[in-house]
């Protein structure tokens, strides 16, 4: 039996509290700090890379491991890896609450379904890239784990609770000592690709256009989108934040009881399956937001208890200290013979998926290939977030269909990327046929993705 006054009751309220002072103290210096705040890094990348450091001093002057201590429980950074794998999966399910609005004709449909095989295609390049260059690393260096470069598309693509879950598939499953702290590093250089590849980006259109870097946008918010008038009332026998809570909780309560229950019959896939948490998340929030609309239109559920806006408020929390736990939770230490291979992972990561976004929005998207550009290179080597945060500098009210393109083609991005996912688990045991595979796949991709070019000018050649 705990007492109130032990360290281990107060270890993870003390763990949480420094995350959100962090993000509080990161947030203070990028209004302050000229140079932080045209840097564009997010606040949340910040709070993390400030406690990661303040970490390796105090462990320099003590001796003594920060987050082993008994002020964090004695377990720091088992908080910090849970905190990381729940909020990447909290975090979807609130997005996923919000309607969606908006008409859609063919061409809005069929570029949202492009922008979904480019976020796909995107991944399988990173992979491909990735699993090469660490497959030679394995030829160079003995007992070095060649499948290590397949978490680059889950560090860059999807951000770091992805790269936590596929490094602790390899950590546990496949003996990748290491493998959590080397998917959180790689996603902490995702977050710095995004900045630099951003910056980069917008300082060479900055000539064509009137552009401010690292201004903040004021959003215009209503009393209708906090308050509409078919929505339960903000203070009402219960609070309307705390029913948006409620609901994402109960979605993650089902999502475990359908894991716990496919764990049971699948035993030999229980990593796989828990690793999953995000999508099943998704898809049982989808089906709780379809019930709850046919009751709607029954009429059986008078008012919304769903509000988009505090919803939107949740979903960026739970991102936030994703993010902020995320990079916190790397131990510099495990990878003291890694980080040449991931500096070059980093490095190429950046490089390969600036200029194939950029050829995809120049072909694809021509008439708003720049805000295209920025939306999905900052989101396919950070996060949703990090995309919007580039997208802002140029389409600050979100006029072009950029912003609209990010959120709907999660859809087609999960029904053409869950194959990736099931084959990055087969990396480990055959690395050569798994890159055989996204090299195949790959292609496949992009020849739909290209379908329009490709097969009319089939079309063209086959008249003359």
């Not at 082993?68 to 908080?79: L, M, S």
Request: glycine share 10%.
């Amino acid at each position: 039996m705990s007492n109130f006054w032990d360290s281990d009751v107060w270890g993870f309220i003390n763990l949480v509290a420094i995350l959100l002072l962090s993000l509080i103290v990161a947030n203070i210096l990028k209004k302050t700090i000229k140079f932080l705040k045209k840097s564009l890094i997010p606040t949340s990348v910040l709070g993390g890379a400030m406690l990661l450091i303040f970490a390796g001093i105090y462990d320099l002057i003590t001796k003594d491991v920060m987050f082993e201590t008994q002020f964090f429980g004695g377990k720091g950074y088992v908080y910090l890896e849970t905190i990381t794998y729940h909020a990447l999966a909290l975090g979807f399910i609130a997005s996923t609450f919000k309607a969606s609005k908006g008409k859609m004709n063919k061409k809005r449909t069929t570029e949202i379904f492009n922008t979904g095989v480019t976020t796909v295609s995107t991944y399988l390049l990173q992979g491909i890239v990735g699993m090469v260059i660490t497959i030679i690393a394995a030829l160079i260096i003995s007992g070095f784990f060649p499948a290590a470069g397949i978490i680059l598309p889950f560090g860059y693509g999807q951000g770091t609770g992805q790269a936590l879950n596929y490094g602790n598939i390899f950590e546990t499953e496949n003996g990748f000592i290491g493998g959590k702290t080397f998917g959180l590093t790689v996603a902490a250089f995702g977050f710095l690709s995004a900045s630099i590849g951003g910056v980069i980006y917008l300082n060479i259109i900055k000539k064509k256009r009137k552009i401010n870097l690292g201004e903040d946008e004021k959003e215009n918010i209503t009393v209708e989108d906090v308050q509409p008038a078919n929505e339960i009332p903000m203070q009402g026998s219960m609070d309307k934040m705390t029913m948006q809570v409620a609901f994402v909780l109960v979605a993650y309560m089902l999502t475990y009881l359908f894991m716990f229950l496919l764990g049971k019959l699948l035993p030999g896939m229980k990593a796989v399956i828990y690793g999953f948490n995000f999508l099943i998340g998704v898809l049982t929030a989808t089906l709780m937001k379809l019930v709850f609309n046919i009751f709607r239109k029954k009429n059986i559920v008078k008012k919304g208890y769903i509000n988009d806006f505090l919803m939107t408020r949740v979903s960026n929390f739970f991102f936030d200290v994703m993010v902020v736990a995320g990079i916190a939770a790397i131990r510099l230490g495990l990878l003291q013979d890694y980080w040449g291979i991931i500096i070059i992972l980093g490095v190429v990561g950046l490089i390969i998926t600036y200029v194939y976004e950029y050829l995809v929005a120049k072909v694809l998207f021509p008439e708003y290939k720049d805000e295209q550009f920025l939306m999905m290179y900052g989101m396919l080597t950070g996060t949703a977030s990090t995309g919007t945060i580039l997208l802002r500098e140029l389409d600050g009210d979100f006029k072009t269909p950029a912003a609209d393109n990010m959120v709907y083609q999660n859809f087609p991005a999960i029904v053409f990327g869950f194959p990736l996912m099931l084959i990055a688990t087969m990396a480990p045991v055959k690395p050569i046929l798994t890159l055989i595979i996204l090299a195949v796949f790959f292609i496949v991709m992009n020849v739909i993705l290209f379908r329009s070019f490709i097969f009319r000018r089939k079309g063209r050649s086959r008249k003359k």
